[in-house]
């Protein structure tokens, strides 16, 4: 029998991450057939850049694909398995404004972390919200698998505003830690290996790491973390080249220093060394800059040769290794693998000491019903602390948005422990309000 064939949206189809997955689509065919890939994004001109040379590539390396792009909801999210969601609403220009503006009052400029992700968790709960709405409306089977930042804060949204959803929220940041440390203890992949791990999105911590055979891991691991942190050790990403994620892993050290029992997610770093992340960033220069300067121009120019060209013989585009979580989670919802992952889900005890309600990135395991949590039982009190500050910080400011209340997002600014006073917090969100006007609901 003819194994069955998924169409996939993929929404935010002008990413610089969206020719890397569809070469990646491409590649695991044989276990992931694909009849059809729709791209969608509601900003036509930056999308059919990526879609004109994804075309051209799709056409000479898999010409029995359906392919199409659209900035239409009907066409995008009709007939479809999958949605693959990686929006960015605001584009690099709202990143940059997020990371500049924490930076002029000496706090941290950080994409998902401190103000800069409650500013970006603003205006990307709308967007996702929508584009989920949109596949219900046309494709009520759909599964949606939610990339999109800041995870956390959408997984509260979708968790409030969209509790039946069929939506997972993941992210690829333990992913590739755990490449680096299966690495560290000479596995060849980090499917060789079992972990507990416990946290929320962007703020997690292993707590439990066995091979196959049951045998813990975890002393080498930390014997590297000691003396390294994430540093030297390899994952199947080329991605990680610039300068600024060397220095997270290398500060990987420190952050595992203050716990040493558990090996902590590199996000930490913005918690517990907010100073140090300070004295080291230019404020005239962050991460979006290097972005826009690097990813941006290299993804955008190699799509306009290839367009230029007519061909995609010789392009510089690489399937995303490191991406091939996205086709293990479709496969496991589409065959039923019961495949573990590591997803943003409602806690209800699985956490055992945690809130209930608080979306905590935990083990699951992954079938054609969806996920069946993997319990982590109780967490120490520094990391519950820290949890409960985070998570009423998420919890704010998604309760801001659904309210529209000044209070509620200067009381998640101010609770943010990035963030050291009221008044600073003020002079934040006074100016990220002016930043996001076209963006935000008005905040009463
Ligand atoms: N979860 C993870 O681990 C992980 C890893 C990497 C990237 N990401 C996320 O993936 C997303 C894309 O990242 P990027 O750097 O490629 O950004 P990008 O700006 O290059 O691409 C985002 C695209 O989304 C589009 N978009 C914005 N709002 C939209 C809306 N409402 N509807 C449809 N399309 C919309 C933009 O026009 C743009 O083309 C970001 O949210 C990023 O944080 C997540
Ligand atoms: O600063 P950026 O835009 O380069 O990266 C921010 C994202 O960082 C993490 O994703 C990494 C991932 O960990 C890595 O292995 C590879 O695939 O690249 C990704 C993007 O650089 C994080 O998990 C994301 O949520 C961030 O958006
Ligand atoms: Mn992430």
Not at 245 to 254: I, L
Not at 302 to 317: K, V
Request: aromatic share 10%; with cysteine; proline share 4%.
């Amino acid at each position: 029998m003819e194994k069955q064939k998924y169409a996939v949206t993929v929404a935010g189809g002008g990413s610089t991450f969206t020719p890397g997955i569809a070469l990646m689509l491409l590649e695991h065919m044989d276990r992931f057939p694909i009849r059809k890939i729709m791209f969608y994004d509601n900003d036509a001109e930056r999308q059919e850049t990526v879609a004109k040379a994804c075309e051209i590539y799709l056409k000479e390396h898999a010409p029995e694909i359906e392919f199409g792009y659209t900035t239409d909801p009907e066409t995008a999210f009709t007939d479809i398995d999958f949605v693959l969601a990686h929006i960015r609403v605001g584009k690099y220009a709202m990143r940059e404004l997020d990371e500049k503006i924490p930076l002029k009052y000496g706090v941290l400029g950080q994409e998902t972390c401190g103000p800069g992700g409650i500013a970006y968790g603003m205006r990307s709960i709308g967007g996702v919200i929508e584009i989920l709405d949109y596949m219900e409306q046309y494709s009520p089977d759909a599964w949606m698998l939610n990339y999109s930042n800041p995870a956390a804060i959408v997984a509260e949204a979708t968790r409030r505003l969209r509790p039946n959803s069929k939506i997972l929220n993941i992210c690829d940041m333990p992913i590739d830690l755990e490449e680096k440390m299966a690495n560290m203890v000479g596995l060849s992949s980090r499917k060789e290996m079992q972990v507990g791990y416990y946290g929320l999105n962007h703020f997690g911590w292993w707590h439990k790491i066995y091979d196959k055979n049951g045998n813990d891991l975890m002393p080498q691991i930390k014997e590297h973390m000691k003396a390294n942190g994430f540093a030297d050790a390899l994952s199947d990403t080329n991605q990680h080249v610039d300068e600024s994620w060397v220095h997270t892993f290398q500060k990987a050290r420190d952050v595992y220093a203050v716990d040493p029992d558990t090996i902590p997610n590199t996000y930490l770093k913005y918690y517990l060394f907010q100073d140090y992340v300070v004295e080291t960033s230019n404020a005239e220069y962050t991460r979006a800059n290097e972005v826009m300067d690097g990813r941006e121009k290299f993804v955008f120019g190699e799509c306009e040769r290839i367009i230029a060209n007519g061909t995609s013989e010789g392009c510089a585009f690489e399937a995303d290794a490191h991406a091939t979580y996205i086709v293990d989670l479709a496969c496991a919802i589409a065959e039923n693998t019961q495949e573990r992952f590591l997803l943003i889900v409602p806690n209800e005890g699985a956490v055992e000491n945690f809130d209930r309600t608080a979306m905590v990135e935990i083990p699951c395991i992954v079938g054609c019903n969806g996920y069946e949590k993997i319990c982590q039982g109780a967490i120490p009190q520094f990391q519950k602390g820290l949890m409960e500050q985070q998570v009423s910080v998420e919890k704010l400011t998604v309760e801001a948005w659904i309210e529209g209340s000044y209070q509620k997002l200067w009381q998640a600014l101010t609770l943010s422990k990035t963030v050291p006073s009221a008044r600073i917090a003020k002079l934040i969100l006074d100016d990220l309000i002016e930043a996001n006007k076209d963006f935000w609901t008005e905040l009463k």
